[in-house]
């Protein structure tokens, strides 16, 4: 399944960088609706590249015949994104801690000038590989993720007013 989810920031794509890239500010989201994160390291490259990895939980009833294929617990998954500041991107992909076989993820997350502000696009695609069950399963996870960005959003607004 794949997904788009666009915001726009009051700041120049610059500053939106800068805010994102700051470990405190990771620190500060370490819940967003159902996503459970922490931030496990983030490192400088010589080539101006971050690496940053955190683990991520979500926090969504999984019911029915997909619990056998995933178990029990909450989806959860170790996101490696690395910053480029030439793009102005963010390329991520995901780790899962569960069922490894059954699911792929991965996106960009793109800063743009707009005007007087700045536009995030974060584009991506999950996968889930369970038969008839897969397509629900990917609308949770994508439906979480939306929620968790968009509530990121407006904590970031609110860091770059401060």
Known sequence: MNFEITHTFDARPNDVARAMLDEDYQQSLKTLGKLRRVLL??????????????????????SGVATKFIGEGDPAWIEKATWNEKAMEWRFTIDPEIAKELLEANGTIRLSDDGDGTRRIVEGQVKVKVPFYGGKVEGWIVKGLKDAYDEEAGRLRGWLGS
Do not use: F, H, K, P
């Open 41 to 62: 390291d983030q490192e400088s490259q010589a080539n101006g590249r971050v690496v940053r990895r955190t683990r991520c939980v979500l926090d969504v009833e999984i």
